[in-house]
């Protein structure tokens, strides 16, 4: 398989998206840059052992996860919430608010969001994958893919309701 | 289907994915064109996600990124095995020219002494799963060994008076590296990081190189085909005295 594909072609047609969702997940470009090259090191490594060369970018990125997730070392098992705890959790926020930051204040929001939220956030925002792939890279159930996006977005609206409301404040003339 | 039903099915889709033939979906935007507050929140909802999409795929990618991941794969599996030797001897000498042409348009691929050392200072200070707790230095050796990694070093002046805790195998650009751990007795450690003299573009000499990075002293220097790379508090004694 490693022989069959190209491996220049497959960094330039992933290292940017990977990179992406590497840097919503740590918030450091280093680190971030350490993600993406283990990533490609291990497919450089294990790559041949993939059957469906149509698999090569879910591959990429659950390694991606993996990688971060042993780098994290986390023991604290994630908790699940249901989709219907989330609607009234769902605050009005217009969308100008976010289209007046930049991409490193939409990271930074990300980053304020729970952990456990944000890479399925990152992966639904960055590349639109239906949720079905989400759920084989994150390998967690499509229900629980479906429930932790809702429960992020609603945690980054609020997040973002929050932070225009001081900024509203601070402005505010005074008297 | 109720208004928070709605909201709910809603929240969640992309207009212009499958999840449009999703029954619950159907029904919900049919909803929300007899329902106008409900339609408001879905079309500035829709709005909200176009907008953070965007700007998430607004982020820029480091130059030398694509490069690094590049220059890594060579070091892995190097091209010239699977090419004739004239071919690659003719790939040698391009890349020379190209290289000796552009030198400074080419953005700095980081595989040189300075970065080994910030990186396995970034590794010795984040949290770290030992791969073999011992205290017996053999044991280390034939673990290190086993998996690829610098066996057969040699333990820096001072070193075999500490504490020893065990060993990691970490790695370096596709390069593997001993990671040998110390306790002073103090709640401080100190690492002995070893790895191929070749992994390193500028191996530092045979005389130690001491420098602090971040809150760590280091000393590193090159014996025989392994580079060492000793890190501790600054306080250390060992690192002081180098190899």
């Given at each position: 398989m490693?022989?069959?594909l190209?491996f220049?072609?497959?960094?330039?047609?992933?290292?940017?998206?990977?990179y992406?969702?590497a840097?919503?997940?740590?918030?450091k470009?280093s680190?971030?840059?350490?993600?993406t090259?283990?990533?490609?090191?291990v497919?450089?490594?294990?790559?041949?052992?993939?059957r469906d060369v149509s698999?090569?970018?879910?591959?990429?990125?659950?390694?991606?996860?993996?990688e971060?997730?042993?780098?994290q070392?986390?023991?604290t098992?994630?908790p699940?919430y249901?989709?219907?705890?989330v609607?009234?959790e769902?605050?009005?926020?217009?969308?100008?608010l976010?289209n007046r930051l930049?991409?490193?204040?939409?990271?930074?929001?990300l980053?304020?969001?729970?952990?456990i939220?944000?890479?399925?956030?990152?992966?639904?925002y960055?590349?639109?994958?239906?949720y079905?792939?989400i759920?084989e890279?994150?390998?967690?159930p499509?229900?629980?893919?479906?429930?932790?996006?809702a429960r992020?977005?609603?945690?980054?609206?609020?997040i973002?309701a929050?932070?225009?409301?001081?900024?509203?404040?601070?402005?505010k003339?005074?008297a | 289907?109720?208004?928070d039903e709605?909201?709910?099915?809603?929240?969640?889709?992309?207009?212009?994915?499958?999840e449009?033939r999703d029954?619950?979906?159907?029904?919900?935007?049919e909803?929300?064109?007899r329902?106008p507050e409900?339609?408001?929140w879905?079309e500035q909802?829709?709005r909200?996600h176009e907008a953070?999409a965007?700007?998430?795929?607004?982020?820029?990618?480091?130059?030398?990124?694509?490069?690094?991941i590049l220059?890594?794969?060579r070091?892995?599996?190097p091209?010239?095995?699977?090419?004739?030797?004239?071919?690659?001897?003719a790939?040698?000498?391009v890349?020379l020219l190209s290289?000796?042409?552009?030198?400074?348009?080419q953005?700095?691929?980081r595989?040189?002494?300075s970065?080994y050392?910030?990186r396995?200072?970034?590794?010795?200070?984040?949290?770290y799963?030992?791969d073999?707790?011992t205290n017996?230095?053999n044991?280390?050796?034939?673990f290190?060994?086993?998996?690829?990694a610098?066996?057969?070093?040699v333990l820096?002046?001072g070193?075999?008076q500490l504490?020893?805790?065990?060993?990691v195998?970490?790695?370096w650009?596709?390069?593997?590296?001993?990671?040998?751990?110390f306790d002073?007795?103090?709640?401080?450690?100190?690492f002995l990081?070893?790895v191929?003299?070749?992994?390193?573009?500028?191996?530092?000499?045979q005389s130690?190189e001491?420098?602090?990075?971040n809150?760590?002293?280091?000393?590193?220097?090159?014996?025989?085909?392994?580079?060492y790379?000793?890190?501790?508090?600054?306080?250390s004694a060992?690192l002081?005295?180098?190899?």
């Amino acid at each position: 398989m490693t022989d069959e594909l190209d491996f220049e072609g497959l960094v330039n047609l992933h290292y940017v998206s990977l990179y992406r969702f590497a840097l919503s997940l740590t918030r450091k470009e280093s680190d971030a840059c350490d993600l993406t090259q283990q990533t490609f090191y291990v497919w450089a490594n294990k790559g041949h052992q993939l059957r469906d060369v149509s698999k090569v970018k879910s591959w990429l990125f659950t390694t991606l996860h993996r990688e971060f997730l042993e780098t994290q070392r986390r023991k604290t098992r994630f908790p699940h919430y249901e989709l219907e705890e989330v609607t009234h959790e769902l605050p009005n926020v217009e969308p100008e608010l976010v289209n007046r930051l930049d991409s490193s204040a939409v990271l930074s929001l990300l980053a304020q969001v729970d952990p456990i939220f944000q890479a399925p956030v990152a992966l639904f925002y960055l590349e639109e994958y239906p949720y079905k792939e989400i759920a084989e890279i994150l390998t967690i159930p499509m229900g629980t893919v479906k429930s932790r996006i809702a429960r992020g977005i609603a945690q980054l609206q609020a997040i973002l309701a929050k932070t225009a409301e001081t900024t509203r404040g601070l402005r505010k003339p005074t008297a | 289907m109720n208004h928070d039903e709605a909201k709910k099915a809603l929240l969640l889709h992309r207009p212009g994915r499958a999840e449009e033939r999703d029954e619950q979906i159907a029904q919900a935007l049919e909803q929300a064109k007899r329902d106008p507050e409900l339609r408001r929140w879905f079309e500035q909802t829709s709005r909200f996600h176009e907008a953070l999409a965007e700007k998430l795929q607004q982020i820029p990618v480091p130059a030398d990124l694509k490069e690094a991941i590049l220059a890594q794969r060579r070091i892995v599996r190097p091209i010239w095995w699977q090419q004739p030797v004239w071919l690659a001897a003719a790939a040698v000498i391009v890349i020379l020219l190209s290289l000796s042409a552009f030198w400074f348009q080419q953005p700095r691929i980081r595989d040189h002494f300075s970065d080994y050392r910030v990186r396995m200072v970034r590794v010795a200070s984040r949290k770290y799963r030992m791969d073999l707790a011992t205290n017996n230095l053999n044991a280390v050796q034939q673990f290190m060994a086993r998996r690829g990694a610098p066996a057969d070093f040699v333990l820096a002046r001072g070193l075999e008076q500490l504490h020893l805790t065990g060993g990691v195998v970490s790695n370096w650009r596709g390069n593997p590296v001993s990671m040998v751990c110390f306790d002073r007795g103090d709640k401080q450690m100190v690492f002995l990081f070893v790895v191929a003299r070749t992994a390193i573009k500028d191996a530092p000499p045979q005389s130690a190189e001491v420098a602090k990075i971040n809150k760590l002293l280091t000393s590193g220097w090159s014996d025989g085909d392994k580079t060492y790379l000793l890190a501790g508090p600054e306080d250390s004694a060992v690192l002081r005295r180098g190899q």
